[in-house]
């Protein structure tokens, strides 16, 4: 076990990806279009910054609310993320007819295991926090007090 002698410490590995995981619990998204940036106003450019819309999701899945990062696919529209409470959620974006995104569809959140198979339901054991995809692999780093 890492044990930092000052403040939080990030650990990082290097993990498979979730497909091999275990059985992903599907989870329902609700998704509700965001256009404007300002309530009320039909302003989209900030400066260099172009809002070009949002949205505004829930779930009936406690754990949905904990996303700590997401990284896209190479097509654009599957992702990957790590939520704060070691899991993986996968899914993909929907658009609607003018290309602007409008939901979430065929979302589930996984367990990470570690080399034993093994879950970890202890949050200060498994605070993932950070992701990066390269070669069919996942980098996954961890906070630890």
Known sequence: MIKPL???????????LPAAAGVPDQ???ISRQI???KFGSGQT?????EFLGGIDMSSSNALFGAFSSVRFRPDGTHFLGVLDT???MEGRITRDA?????GLADVAITSMRDSRN???DAKDRMDSEGLALRNGQALVSFERF
Do not use: M
């Open 6 to 16: 000052l403040g939080p410490l990030l650990a990082a590995f290097l993990i498979g």
């Open 118 to 120: 093994r879950t970890e």
């Open 35 to 37: 256009g404007a940036f």
């Open 98 to 102: 003018d290309g602007r995104l409008s």
């Open 27 to 29: 989870v329902p998204v």
């Open 45 to 49: 450019v900030f400066g260099k910054t």
């Open 86 to 88: 070691g899991h993986w």
